[in-house]
Structures are given as structure tokens and as C-alpha cells.
């Protein structure tokens, strides 16, 4: 299928929010006020929609797909989303795909995703940049990866910056995910946000391992806080150059409505892209390839036609 762009798309990175998962969040931690300060200074978003019980959030991105030709997306999936999730792909088949959020203190993880595997997830995610005194480096970690190796499935990270005033960045840093990459080469890990700040060093990974990739999603507005002016181009240029066309996923973060899809992303990194093929730095086949082929060759994901 192709988007309005006129290529395939599959959004590889975005997270399914449901009425009673908004509601837990909302209770969770910080108050509303201080989350809506946080997303207002470093976000592009306006307002949160607190949805009734009534809220269809299936129907809702599936609407929203449709409207913009976008095959697929893939969430984040936590407990609280879990079994609507399932229920959500159930309805409408091809237009979903999960990943599986994973605690690494949670003694079950292994079950968990040996469990995520049968009910047809595609991945893990991990979000170091929230942990506490623990690394993706850690000995703790490395059943996880055993049972991601075993189950064929893809890990996404979160390092760096995160929008949750509970972070810890000491467990933030893109680098430490080399010695899981050197041990676990079947293993392909994908960093969230082009490393959300440590750009530097997700591309000096692409120089020490091959199992390195990066995902493209968000405002990425982690650029306003380098001592450097990067625009969107200027990043796939420079991750182009390290790592070629097979290493970037294209991603939106899409979370909430009523901003819904955030097409305004994909039309931002497409026109960069399109600038980019003009000078010669990547072709049609690399542009596919970031927008859809990657994920599918990575996944091993069918989306809809
Ligand atoms: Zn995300």
C-alpha cells in the first residue's frame, strides 16, 4: 500500500494509549500540571485528550492510517495495554504490530516475552534512560537477550533525554549497548531518537558493531540541546554517511490525540530525504528502505496491502 507520499510507510515507533491506560498515567507520579509544563517547553504538543470510557483508540488509529496511507505502526506495549491491544489487532489485521515493554528487575521478563512471542509480538522495548542503578550492559540483562535471540525478535532502546522527570541518564548513554551487540550478533537493536542527544555516539556505533540500528522518531528535539545547529537533514546525512540507508527506521512517536499520526513528521523527514536524494546521497531504494523495508527485513512483519 502506498502512503500519500507515494511510498510505503510503516511507523515504526509509536505507543498505544487507551482509556483506562490514560487514566493510570495521569495517577502515575508527577501531577498533570508538571507533565504539561515538561511537554510544552519540549514538545510539540498542545493539549491531551482525557477520553471517555467509550474511547475506540483502535478505531481511532485506524482512522488515522487510512487518512494518511500508512500500512502499519508499531507500539509500545505495556501490562495495562496488553489484552486491548491484542483484542485491537484482532478487529483490524495488518494495521498493528507490538513490541513489549520489559523491566529488566522483573524476574518473569524471559516468560514474559517468551509469552509475547505466542501472542505475535514482534520485539521488546527497553527504556534505560528510566532505570536506577542498572545498565543495558548488565549480567541482569542478559537472559532477556537470550530469549530475544531465541524468539527472533527485535530490542528498541530508549537512551538518552526522555520527557519523564524521573530519569536517570547514568543508564542513558548509547554506548553501552556495544557489549550486548558484540554478544548477542543475531540481536538487532534499534535507538530510539537517533540516541535522543548521544548522536555522536549511536553513530560511532555503526563503526563498532553491525547490529546497531536507529529509529527516526519524534520532533527530535533533542538537536535544540547540542552546542551545534543540526536540522532534521543534517541527521539522516550524518547517519547515512556512518551507517547507509539499511540502518535507519523511520519512526513518529505518535501517542496521544487529538494530535493522533504525526504526519507533519513524516512529511518533514521525507522532504529531508527528498533533498538529500537531490544532491546524491541516497537514492529511491535507500529512501524505501527507511520508510518500510527496514522493518519488515528486521521484523520479519507483513503489513497490509
Ligand atoms: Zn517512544
Known amino acids: 500500500m502506498k502512503s500519500k507520499l507515494g511510498i510505503e510507510v510503516i511507523d515504526a515507533h509509536a505507543h498505544f494509549m487507551t482509556a483506562g491506560s490514560m487514566k493510570a498515567w495521569s495517577q502515575r507520579g508527577r501531577s498533570m500540571t508538571s507533565f504539561a509544563k515538561r511537554t510544552q517547553t519540549r514538545t510539540d504538543m498542545k493539549s491531551i485528550e482525557f477520553p471517555g470510557d467509550d474511547f475506540d483508540a483502535g478505531q481511532k488509529w485506524v482512522n488515522e492510517l487510512d487518512r494518511y496511507g500508512v500500512s502499519s505502526v508499531g507500539f509500545m506495549i505495556g501490562p495495562e495495554t496488553y489484552d ?39 520485539g521488546v522495548k527497553l527504556y534505560p534512560s528510566s532505570w536506577r542503578d542498572i545498565h543495558v550492559y548488565d549480567e541482569q540483562l542478559y537472559p532477556i537477550y537470550e530469549e530475544v535471540k531465541r524468539q527472533k525478535m ?23 549497548i556495544q557489549i550486548p551487540a558484540r554478544d548477542f550478533t543475531d ?16 553513530l560511532l556505533m555503526q563503526y563498532q558493531t553491525d547490529n546497531v540500528y536507529m529509529d527516526s522518531s519524534g520532533s527530535n528535539v533533542w538537536m535544540k540541546y547540542l552546542p551545534q545547529d543540526l536540522t532534521i537533514r543534517d541527521v539522516f546525512r550524518y547517519a547515512l554517511r556512518a551507517g547507509g540507508p539499511n540502518k535507519i527506521l523511520f519512526g513518529t512517536d505518535s501517542t496521544f490525540f487529538p494530535r493522533g499520526f504525526r504526519y507533519n513528521i513524516l512529511e518533514e523527514q521525507f522532504n529531508a530525504l527528498q533533498s538529500l536524494k537531490k544532491n546524491g546521497l541516497i537514492d529511491d531504494e535507500g529512501i524505501q528502505m527507511i520508510f518500510s523495508e527496514n522493518h519488515k527485513r528486521l521484523t520479519g512483519y507483513k503489513p497490509r496491502e
Open 84 to 122: 486491548e491491544f491484542i483484542e485491537v489487532r484482532r478487529r483490524f489485521p495488518g494495521y498493528f504490530l507490538g513490541y513489549i515493554n520489559i523491566q529488566p528487575s522483573d524476574q518473569d521478563a524471559p516468560k514474559k516475552i517468551r509469552k509475547a512471542a505466542e501472542d505475535g509480538f514482534y
Open 154 to 176: 527485535v530490542v528498541f532502546c530508549h537512551f538518552g533525554v526522555s520527557i519523564g522527570g524521573e530519569a536517570d541518564l547514568r543508564s542513558g548513554n548509547p554506548i553501552d
Open 187 to 202: 540481536v538487532n537493536f534499534i535507538i530510539a531518537h537517533f540516541g535522543a542527544g548521544w548522536f555522536r555516539e549511536v
